[in-house]
Nanobody, 123 residues
């Protein structure tokens, strides 16, 4: 059973930075998989933030382009989301997810989800 555990959330002021981590508790059971970060704010739909396809292609939501960076450390089975120039609108619970698929860039059909980590940005 694959479990994804997020960490790194917290409260910072606008303009600050945070780095989220997502650790997989076991090696994903497929040679081909992709991973992504999502976020959800109460009253809003879940939003795909950044995706890392199995071929290395990266997709960002327009709202975070130029500010967020997704990366992966395969040796540590860990996915990261570096978030810079944070804005109050970035306040949300952030989730990482993985899929047995080549592409996650459509932010659809994820197979495994973490429980989320809360990010709060104050103005």
């Amino acid at each position: 059973q694959v479990q994804l555990v997020e960490s790194g959330g917290g409260s910072v002021q606008a303009g600050g930075s945070l780095r989220l981590s997502c650790a997989a508790t076991s090696t994903l059971p497929y040679n081909t998989y992709c991973m992504a970060w999502f976020r959800r704010t109460p009253g809003k739909e879940r939003e795909g933030v950044a995706a890392l396809d199995s071929d290395g292609m990266i997709t960002y939501a327009d709202s975070v382009k130029g500010r967020f960076t997704i990366s992966q450390d395969n040796a540590k089975n860990t996915l990261y989301l570096q978030m810079n120039s944070l804005k109050p609108d970035d306040t949300a619970t952030y989730y990482c997810a993985a899929a047995n698929a080549v592409y996650c860039s459509d932010f659809y059909g994820m197979d495994w989800w973490g429980k989320g980590t809360l990010v709060t940005i104050s103005s």
